[in-house]
């Protein structure tokens, strides 16, 4: 699925241009269908009369939707579009079909059920997503079969009536049956029921489209959100704190493997690089590593300035979130040496890195106050972590781990050595903070 832009409402658009792509589409295959049938069951005359009718249907639906594609007019020119599809309806509906059956009149295309077409296009506006076009279709609906209503009136033929004018003058059911069967007869009470038909469709389609609206804003919010979360979270990640969201409401403790990495040197090459290509090279710095993390269903919990913190095992543990980890800062290192590569490619001196990984017990969940909450992991485990980041200068190492997470990753079956074939177990180290010194493992760093 395509990601969603951090613009809701150029997001709505969107969806709003693809509901007239939708329109158009609904529209062929409807006109297509009603032409194989006039095709099949109209006399070839009539039938290419319709045919040539529905042509010029696809064409009032192409245009506007091509034109507001190109960036011509808005709703204003599907609304024009829009007067003309009832206005041509209503004439098709009422002018008789010169093919038609000799005598045919006006005042009789008034009782077929033909009106119902009118309903069939305002049915079809609801595919629109817009209350105001469905509003405007069912204004030109009513005002043109109104006045195509009225011209029949006119006519000096028609003998135009109303209920009233029948049950007023007292005419039996004989004479009331025969006036209203009438071939030059027009009923006003029929006309007001069409009106109050078209205008109850009208209505009913708008509160609809109007609550799918919302619906809509509400999935491309959501859309919007996920697509935020998912710079920070990995897929597998995303899928569970979407579908049990309230897990993450109380923070727990669980066990959980935390990651720190840092730029090493970053003050002296902040001195030497203009605020533009320093923050080109922290972008580029921080998207490899956050790519390496949630390729290993990792979550970035954050950037410290050069640093970022990922967590594995979070929001729910798995057995191998410790192996994980540890692949983690393994294609992390990787990552680097490509870096460094394109930069000397460019002249400029090495990036080094300094990795350090703890496993353990650590609160997980959102912290924070009810304006602003953060999901993230606090804990002695974290603390160390970030230690241990640090005491990579000490060691000259790129990467330190602690004895704790190598006996995790053991406990899967799997050997570091796999993983890191230059990782060699170091001495106990003092970690401020803590008042036992702790067994850590640590790769050199390259000369």
């Given at each position: 699925m395509a990601k969603s832009s951090t613009d809701p409402r150029a997001d709505f658009a969107k969806a709003e241009q693809e509901s007239l792509g939708f329109m158009l589409r609904g529209r062929l295959i409807v006109l297509t269908l009603i032409a194989v049938w006039v095709l099949?069951?109209?006399?070839?005359?009539?039938?290419?009369?319709y045919v040539a009718v529905a042509v010029v249907f696809c064409l009032l639906g192409a245009i506007p939707y091509v034109l507001t594609r190109r960036g011509h007019g808005g709703t204003w020119v599907i609304g024009l579009f829009l007067l003309l599809d009832a206005a041509l309806l209503s004439y098709l509906l009422i002018v008789p079909n010169p093919y038609g059956l000799e005598g045919w009149s006006p005042q009789l295309n008034l009782r077929t059920p033909g009106f119902l077409y009118l309903g069939v296009f305002l049915v079809y506006m609801g595919l629109s997503y817009r209350p105001v076009l469905v509003v405007w279709a069912g204004v030109a609906a009513v005002v043109s079969w109104s006045v195509g209503n009225l011209w029949v009136i006119m006519l000096?033929?028609?003998?135009?009536?109303?209920?009233?004018?029948v049950l007023d003058a007292g005419l039996g059911l004989n004479d009331a049956v025969d006036l209203m069967l009438d071939p030059d007869a027009v009923g006003i009470t029929r006309w007001i029921n069409q009106v109050v038909f078209l205008a109850s469709i009208t209505l009913i389609l708008t509160l609809?489209?109007?609550?799918?609206?919302?619906?809509v804003r509400r999935q491309v919010a959501a859309e919007n959100q996920r697509s935020t979360l998912s710079r920070y979270f990995s897929p597998k990640v995303m899928r569970e704190i979407t579908s049990n969201a309230n897990s993450l409401e109380t923070p727990k403790v669980q066990p959980v493997a935390v990651l720190f990495a840092d730029m090493v040197g970053f003050t002296a090459i902040s001195e030497r690089l203009d605020p533009e290509a320093l923050v080109g090279l922290l972008r580029d710095f921080h998207g490899r590593l956050a790519r390496a993390a949630m390729a290993h269903d990792g979550t970035v919990d954050k950037y410290i300035g050069d640093a970022i913190m990922v967590h594995f095992g979070t929001p729910d543990t798995h057995p191998d979130d410790a192996v994980r980890a540890l692949?983690?800062?393994?294609?992390?290192?990787?990552?680097?040496?490509?870096?460094?590569?394109?930069?000397?490619?460019?002249?400029n001196g090495p990036i080094r890195i300094g990795i350090g990984v703890h496993y353990g017990d650590a609160i997980v969940g959102n912290i924070g106050d009810a304006e602003r909450l953060e999901y993230t992991v606090l804990g002695d485990t974290v603390n160390v972590a970030s230690r241990l980041e640090s005491l990579t200068r000490d060691l000259s190492a790129e990467l330190i781990v602690s004895d704790s997470l190598i006996e995790a990753v053991r406990r899967q079956g799997v050997e570091p050595d796999n993983i890191l074939p230059k990782l060699r177990r170091g001495p106990d180290v003092d970690v401020r903070g803590r008042q036992d010194s702790l067994l850590v493992w640590h790769q050199a760093r390259a000369l």
């Amino acid at each position: 699925m395509a990601k969603s832009s951090t613009d809701p409402r150029a997001d709505f658009a969107k969806a709003e241009q693809e509901s007239l792509g939708f329109m158009l589409r609904g529209r062929l295959i409807v006109l297509t269908l009603i032409a194989v049938w006039v095709l099949i069951t109209l006399p070839m005359e009539r039938s290419l009369t319709y045919v040539a009718v529905a042509v010029v249907f696809c064409l009032l639906g192409a245009i506007p939707y091509v034109l507001t594609r190109r960036g011509h007019g808005g709703t204003w020119v599907i609304g024009l579009f829009l007067l003309l599809d009832a206005a041509l309806l209503s004439y098709l509906l009422i002018v008789p079909n010169p093919y038609g059956l000799e005598g045919w009149s006006p005042q009789l295309n008034l009782r077929t059920p033909g009106f119902l077409y009118l309903g069939v296009f305002l049915v079809y506006m609801g595919l629109s997503y817009r209350p105001v076009l469905v509003v405007w279709a069912g204004v030109a609906a009513v005002v043109s079969w109104s006045v195509g209503n009225l011209w029949v009136i006119m006519l000096p033929e028609t003998k135009f009536f109303s209920s009233g004018d029948v049950l007023d003058a007292g005419l039996g059911l004989n004479d009331a049956v025969d006036l209203m069967l009438d071939p030059d007869a027009v009923g006003i009470t029929r006309w007001i029921n069409q009106v109050v038909f078209l205008a109850s469709i009208t209505l009913i389609l708008t509160l609809t489209v109007w609550r799918s609206r919302k619906l809509v804003r509400r999935q491309v919010a959501a859309e919007n959100q996920r697509s935020t979360l998912s710079r920070y979270f990995s897929p597998k990640v995303m899928r569970e704190i979407t579908s049990n969201a309230n897990s993450l409401e109380t923070p727990k403790v669980q066990p959980v493997a935390v990651l720190f990495a840092d730029m090493v040197g970053f003050t002296a090459i902040s001195e030497r690089l203009d605020p533009e290509a320093l923050v080109g090279l922290l972008r580029d710095f921080h998207g490899r590593l956050a790519r390496a993390a949630m390729a290993h269903d990792g979550t970035v919990d954050k950037y410290i300035g050069d640093a970022i913190m990922v967590h594995f095992g979070t929001p729910d543990t798995h057995p191998d979130d410790a192996v994980r980890a540890l692949r983690c800062a393994s294609d992390m290192l990787q990552q680097i040496e490509r870096m460094n590569s394109e930069v000397a490619s460019h002249g400029n001196g090495p990036i080094r890195i300094g990795i350090g990984v703890h496993y353990g017990d650590a609160i997980v969940g959102n912290i924070g106050d009810a304006e602003r909450l953060e999901y993230t992991v606090l804990g002695d485990t974290v603390n160390v972590a970030s230690r241990l980041e640090s005491l990579t200068r000490d060691l000259s190492a790129e990467l330190i781990v602690s004895d704790s997470l190598i006996e995790a990753v053991r406990r899967q079956g799997v050997e570091p050595d796999n993983i890191l074939p230059k990782l060699r177990r170091g001495p106990d180290v003092d970690v401020r903070g803590r008042q036992d010194s702790l067994l850590v493992w640590h790769q050199a760093r390259a000369l």
